[in-house]
Structures are given as structure tokens and as C-alpha cells.
């Protein structure tokens, strides 16, 4: 089964939690084991697994990757994005996850988001569940 | 089914295209619905999913990548090519995509990249796709 | 099928190879051909495939960390390991590995690592085996 979440990001930087709507795609489906996948059809915007407890953590992703892939630089990219580019490289665009009895196998501190590098924007994730 | 895709890469460092080879393995699988995985079996070389458009996307990331992580520095490792070890984890070995009506799943802008950071050389890529 | 395997971290930073381990959960699987994902629940430990052969790639890797995301920065976190937080988002959670003939596909030089970046600590790694 696959399905379409949609995002609206209201920053040009931001981590966007989508953990509640993941799982809701996992109850749907039925699924009881096998694997979810988190993929970001998008190019200036990526999937992390990280703390979903302090709020400053997902500040703290945002304002170090601004420092070390900076938005103003000698890029040959015309659009003025090349940053959000490459910080998509650094994260990754799909993020795996095991299902076990029925949900996400997430740790006890982890949750799923959006990250948007390039907003504000409104994005979509697939979510693809597999059994097995 | 599981495929091997040759890539010859002519760089030190560049990002070569491989969607059409990886997309051709899909077709051949004969896989309406499920998931690809295209992973790469060497260690200063990876796969990414960027901007296939401008060019320009390609050579920002290399020439980020060439400036934060320097070829020449304070590493152990004699080879020389610490560098391109440290890149590979940043960017990972292997990317999960969607295969929806017998196609990848990819975004309008999205392709997928071998990424060579210690070429040029002979190159493989394997591409596993499994319905689902 | 899916199992838990424990590591125990010695240092704040380091890559510990678990490649037996994972090959024993193939092997006890019984899959033939299919995928395995070997997903870290922890939100400052990581998963990565990288050389296995000279132990001082690996300490390139988290000697290159330590010095692009310091762990003394302006960080808003409380706790100290914002850093171990940013890395796990470079590093990724989740590393998926093709399965053949019974075996992990790895490259002649490929080993599966947990990154601990806020150890020493007791950690867990799912794995799980998918037939396809």
C-alpha cells in the first residue's frame, strides 16, 4: 500500500513532525510486520528520524546545517537554493522504518519529520507499507 | 529480483546519473507495485537523489562536499582518500525508492545519482526490486 | 523476521562493527534473496556501511564529526549532545542491505557500523529481514 501525506511548512528552514500521520497510513494498511517507508518526492526537502521530546533539538538540526551549508555562497545553481540541494543530500530522502505489531518499531525518543529546507512551501511524502 | 548496473566515472568527484539504467531494471522486473533499492557496494562511492535539471545542482554538491570535507587534512588513514570515506557516510550507500505502476516513484525534479568521490574508476551499482 | 541485537559503546564517539552480527540473523532467517534493514531506535547512535579493513577510516570519520559539529557550540539543547543529535541526521538511523545466497551483498570492503555519538552507552539495533 502507498499513500500521500501532505505538508504545509511555514519557514524556509524547518523540521516538521509527520509521526501521527505515519501511523495513521500503518493502521490503515493493516499491516502487521514488515517495513514503512518515509520518501520525499522533493529536491530542497528531506525525511530525518530524530528527538521528538525537545522542541530545541529540531532548532538545533536547523541552525547548524544554515551554518555549514550557508544560503549565501559561491554557488553556480541560479535559483538560490543550492543550500536546501545539498542539505537533502546530507539527510537523505527516504527514511525506512520496521512495523512490528501492527506500528512503527520507533524508539522511546524518536519521531519522523518532514525536513524543509526551502519554504515556505507545501510539500507531500509517499508512504509505502510493505508485509513481510 | 536483483540487478548490476557498470558505471565508469571519469572524476575524482562528480555525481553520474544512473535513472535510466536504474529505471530500465524496474521495467525488466516486471514489478507494478513496490520498492527499489539501489545500493552501492564500494566505500568511497554512494548514491544520492537530487535535482536533475540544472547541472550546476551536481557541481554545488561536489564543490560543498570538496571544501567541508577536504581531501588533504590531519587524517590517519594513508590512502589519501579519507575524505571520500567521510562523504559516503554523509551521504549513504543506498536509497530506497517507490515503484508505483511499474515505474520509480521519483518526483518531477528527482533522479538518481552514483556519487564518485575517490574516481575515476570502474563503478557497480545493485539494484534489488521487490513487489509488495 | 525481526531481531534485536545488543552493543555495548566504550568512548563518547566511535563506530563499533556489528557486520557478525547482522550476517548471524541473515543466516538464521533462512532468507535466501530479499532485503535486510538494520534500523538504530536511538536518537544519538547511528547506523553506517563503510571500510572494515584499516580501523583508522573510522577514526577519520569521527574525528572529521568532532570537528564539524563541535560539542561545545551555541547550542540550544539542553543536554549537551545536540551534536550526537546532528550527526544522526548525516549519518541516518536505517541502512538497508540486499540479501543473496543466504548473505548480506556487501562490497569486498563494506562493514556494517554502529555510530555511537553520545556513549559510552548500552545500545540496541533492530534487524530485519525481508524475503523477495
Redesign the interface.
Known amino acids: 500500500m502507498?499513500r500521500e501525506i501532505e505538508v504545509t511548512t511555514r519557514a524556509r528552514e524547518e523540521l516538521v513532525d509527520v509521526t501521527a500521520e505515519v501511523s495513521r497510513v500503518i493502521a490503515e494498511s493493516g499491516v502487521r510486520?514488515?517495513?514503512a517507508?518515509v520518501?520525499?518526492?522533493?529536491?530542497t526537502a528531506a525525511v530525518?528520524?530524530?528527538?521528538n521530546a525537545?522542541p530545541?533539538?529540531r532548532?538545533?538540526?536547523v541552525?547548524?546545517?544554515a551554518g555549514?551549508?550557508p544560503r549565501k555562497?559561491d554557488?553556480?545553481?541560479?535559483?538560490g537554493n543550492?543550500d536546501a540541494?545539498?542539505k537533502?543530500?546530507?539527510?537523505?530522502?527516504?527514511?525506512?522504518?520496521?512495523v512490528?505489531a501492527g506500528r512503527l518499531?520507533?524508539?522511546?525518543?524518536?519521531g519522523v519529520f518532514l525536513c524543509e529546507y526551502d519554504g515556505p512551501r507545501a510539500r507531500r511524502l509517499?508512504v509505502?507499507v510493505?508485509?513481510?
Open positions: 502507498i510486520s514488515g517495513m517507508f520518501f520525499c518526492p522533493h529536491t530525518t528520524i530524530n528527538e525537545d530545541d533539538v532548532r538545533d538540526i541552525s547548524w546545517a555549514t551549508v555562497a554557488w553556480r545553481h541560479g535559483e543550492s540541494h545539498v537533502v543530500v546530507l539527510t537523505g530522502p527516504c527514511q525506512p522504518i520496521p512490528e518499531a520507533l524508539g522511546t525518543w524518536q509517499l509505502k510493505m508485509a513481510g
